[in-house]
Nanobody, 128 residues
Framework: QVQLVESGGELVQAGGSLRLSCAHS????????MGWFRQAPGKEREFVAC???????????QYGDSVKGRFTISRDNAKNTVYLQMSSLKPEDTAVYYC??????????????????WGQGTQVTVSS
């Protein structure tokens, strides 16, 4: 069974930076593509970024349009951890951020239903 635990969310001023972490417990971390989603009050869950890794293709990342150029996703397979480095934060980035795991090779990296496991979420609040 896979468990995901996010950390790092907090209150930050606009223009600031924050790094979220997601620890994956269970076997086969490298067999999963890892994603970050966010959900603001009254809004649908939004794709933020995802990262996958294979021995043949290396690391592959994808980003949502609203965070491209500001956020960076990375993973450390030795630590079973995925990170989301967020910079130039805006008030509209305020949301609960969720970590999720998807089986490698499954389609729909931007679709929440494609992900098999979810963390509890961590709150990020950006003040103006």
């Amino acid at each position: 069974q896979v468990q995901l635990v996010e950390s790092g969310g907090e209150l930050v001023q606009a223009g600031g930076s924050l790094r979220l972490s997601c620890a994956h417990s269970g076997r086969g971390f490298s067999n999963y593509a890892m994603g970050w989603f966010r959900q603001a009050p009254g809004k649908e869950r939004e794709f933020v970024a995802c990262v996958s890794w294979t021995g043949w293709t290396g690391t592959n990342t994808q980003y949502g349009d609203s965070v491209k150029g500001r956020f960076t996703i990375s993973r450390d397979n030795a630590k079973n951890t995925v990170y989301l480095q967020m910079s130039s934060l805006k008030p509209e980035d305020t949301a609960v951020y969720y970590c999720a795991a998807r089986y490698l090779g499954s389609a729909g990296h931007t679709t929440p239903s494609a992900y098999a496991y979810w963390g509890q979420g961590t709150q990020v609040t950006v003040s103006s």
